[in-house]
Nanobody, 124 residues
Framework: QLHLVESGGGLVQPGGSLRLSCTNS????????IGWFRRAPGKDREGIAC????????DYLDSLKGRIILSRDNAKNTVFLQMNNLTPEDSGIYYC?????????????????WGQGTQVTVSS
């Protein structure tokens, strides 16, 4: 079981950027695909991005392509989610999750380990 911790959330103005981090405090998670999910107020949780294990090939929700960049630094046991040109609709709790598979997914049931989430609020 991994122990994932998200960080980097906060309050940002529309049009601003944030970089979220997902770190595993235990053993290396380079053998895991890592996904990011968000739960906006009043909405279901949705998968927004995933990166394969190893060197990492990212996959993005179509509606967010061009605004988010997912990368991983296995030496630091960290996955980064860069989010740009944020809008109020991006507000919510962002979670990272790990899947013991090479392949990515944006389905929550495919992931076995979850972080506690980090709050992102986009507001002027």
């Amino acid at each position: 079981q991994l122990h994932l911790v998200e960080s980097g959330g906060g309050l940002v103005q529309p049009g601003g950027s944030l970089r979220l981090s997902c770190t595993n405090s235990g053993r290396s998670f380079d053998a895991y695909a890592i996904g990011w999910f968000r739960r906006a107020p009043g909405k279901d949780r949705e998968g927004i991005a995933c990166i394969t294990r190893g060197l990492g090939t990212p996959d993005y929700l179509d509606s967010l392509k061009g605004r988010i960049i997912l990368s991983r630094d296995n030496a630091k046991n960290t996955v980064f989610l860069q989010m740009n040109n944020l809008t109020p609709e991006d507000s919510g709790i962002y979670y990272c999750a790990a899947r013991s598979s090479f392949y990515c997914s944006r389905r929550a049931p495919d992931f076995g380990s979850w972080g506690q989430g980090t709050q992102v609020t986009v507001s002027s």
